[in-house]
C-alpha cells in the first residue's frame, strides 16, 4: 500500500502492482476487504456472475475457481440467495460449500492464499430495462480465521449484489 485514506468504514487506496500504481475504494473489518469496481487482476478462489435479466446465460452463476463442475446457476428475475461456508478441515485443509437456493456443491483443499486472504470475485451486469430484477443476496460464513477478500466488478445502480453478514445487509 502506498497511500492509504480513512474515511469512516471506507478507505481509499493507492498501491503498487506490477510497477503500475492501482487505485480502489474499498471497506474493511475484522475478517473481509471489500474492493469495490476497482481495476484490481487477482485470480479469485471463487467466482459469482450476476446477469440481466435480458441475458441469455443463467442470471447467477458461482463456483469455486476454474473448476466448472463446482458451477451452481439459477434463473429467477428477483433477488436470489447464496451462501459460501469456509471452516478448517484436516491438516491444512479448507472445507468450502456453496448454496444456491438448496444447489449444493463441497469440497476440501489447500488454498494457495494471494496476499494471505481467500478472493471471492462478483462480475455483475448492468440494467438494461426497468423490468429486470436480478440481484444476488450473498452470506459468508468463515469460521478459518482467513482474510476473505470480496472483488466486485461493474457493480451497477441500483445493485446487484447485496453481501450480508451477522444479520447485516451492506450494498456495494
Known amino acids: 500500500m502506498i497511500t492509504e485514506k480513512t474515511s ?3 478507505i481509499h487506496g493507492v498501491w503498487e502492482k506490477g510497477g503500475a500504481h492501482v487505485k480502489a475504494l474499498y471497506a474493511r473489518d475484522d475478517r473481509k476487504l471489500m474492493i ?3 481495476d484490481i487482476n487477482i485470480t479469485p478462489h471463487f467466482y459469482c456472475i450476476v446477469n440481466s435479466w435480458y441475458n441469455n446465460a443463467a442470471k ?4 469455486r475457481y476454474p473448476v466448472a463442475i463446482t458451477e451452481r446457476n439459477l434463473s ?9 461456508a ?3 478441515g484436516s491438516g491444512e485443509d479448507i472445507v468450502w460449500e456453496i448454496n444456491v437456493e438448496g444447489q449444493t456443491s ?3 483443499e489447500v488454498f494457495t492464499l494471494i496476499n494471505g486472504a481467500i478472493h471471492i470475485e462478483f462480475l455483475t451486469e448492468s440494467y438494461y430495462f426497468d423490468q429486470d430484477f436480478v440481484r444476488l443476496a450473498f452470506r459468508l460464513y468463515n469460521s478459518t480465521g482467513i482474510p476473505v477478500t470480496y472483488v466486485i466488478r461493474n457493480n451497477p445502480t441500483p445493485t446487484r449484489v447485496l453481501l450480508i453478514n451477522n444479520g ?3 450494498i456495494l
Do not use: V
Not at 76 to 84: G, I, K, Q, W
Open 36 to 38: 469495490i469496481n476497482s
Open 76 to 84: 429467477r428475475d428477483r433477488t436470489m440467495h447464496a451462501s459460501l
Open 168 to 170: 447485516e445487509t451492506r
Open 60 to 63: 447467477l452463476s458461482i463456483g
Open 8 to 10: 469512516g468504514k471506507a
Open 106 to 108: 463441497y469440497g476440501e
Open 86 to 88: 469456509l471452516s478448517p
